[in-house]
């Protein structure tokens, strides 16, 4: 099993739909969790932290199952401007050990109009 | 809002060549980072600093890396003898603490990243 694993999309759905992707992780102890977003060609931007409650910022809601080992991030009333990647990031690490902190490959959404 | 800032934004060079990669991370951040994405792959991690040394580094970086801090705000990542391999965007990040696991964990910002082609 990857340690951290995405489905690549793409996600194609129109103007104002609701998308919900997850993302899986192997180690049951890592600690933090998050989604950040990737435009095509750009650096990574924190989109948001992925708290065991389950959290909200407006349009988009995160939540983490620690017994099945996934976060998810739902995306409501999406937008043209929500095109892009969303990369699952995982920190297997209390100590925080860098090279703890994996990456996925990416869920790529497109909205179209 | 602070960013982290690289140069350059592309470089082109041939196999062997030398390349320094140039990132000044934000002003009040201490741990200091490169990642490298090979195009359509995923960030992978290469080094991390800390206190004017590697604190961690990745198998991907070998003896033909090197960082160095040269002064008070520059972070370089030099590739000595590059290969086809190495083209990728390598990106800078850096974080205002460790990156402790657990709730309210700090996170890492990156910059623009550096777009390298190796021909």
């Known amino acids: 099993r990857k340690e951290v694993e995405q489905d690549p999309g793409p996600f194609n759905v129109p103007e104002g739909a609701t998308v919900a992707f997850n993302c899986t992780y192997s180690?049951?102890?890592?600690?933090?969790f998050f989604w950040y977003r990737q435009d095509c060609r750009k650096e990574p931007k924190l989109l948001m932290s992925?708290?065991?409650s389950g959290n909200e910022d407006g349009r988009f809601t995160a939540q983490l199952n620690r017994a099945s080992q996934y976060i998810s991030l739902l995306i409501r009333d999406s937008k043209l401007s929500d095109s892009a990647t969303y990369l699952c990031?995982?920190?297997?690490?209390?100590?925080?050990?860098?090279?703890?902190?994996?990456f996925g490959s990416g869920t790529r959404l497109s909205i179209r109009p | 809002e602070p960013e982290v800032t690289q140069t350059p934004s592309h470089q082109v060079t041939q196999m062997g060549q030398e390349v320094i990669l140039r990132c000044v991370p934000i002003?009040?951040?201490?741990?200091f980072y490169w990642y490298r994405q090979i195009l359509g792959q995923k960030v992978e991690f290469l080094v991390s600093?800390?206190?004017?040394?590697?604190?961690?580094k990745s198998e991907i970086f070998d003896d033909q890396f090197s960082v160095e801090r040269p002064d008070g705000s520059n972070f370089t990542l030099k590739i000595r003898s590059t290969k086809l391999e190495d083209s990728a965007m390598y990106f800078c990040?850096?974080?205002?603490?460790?990156?402790?696991?657990?709730?309210?964990?700090?996170?890492?910002?990156f910059g623009a990243g550096s777009r390298l082609t190796v021909l």
């Open positions: 990040a850096s974080s205002e603490s460790r990156l402790a696991g657990g709730p309210g964990a700090n996170v890492l910002t």
């Open positions: 180690n049951s102890a890592s600690q933090s």
């Open positions: 992925v708290y065991s």
């Open positions: 990031v995982v920190n297997a690490d209390r100590y925080s050990s860098a090279s703890k902190i994996i």
């Open positions: 002003s009040n951040h201490l741990y």
């Open positions: 600093f800390y206190n004017n040394e590697i604190s961690e």
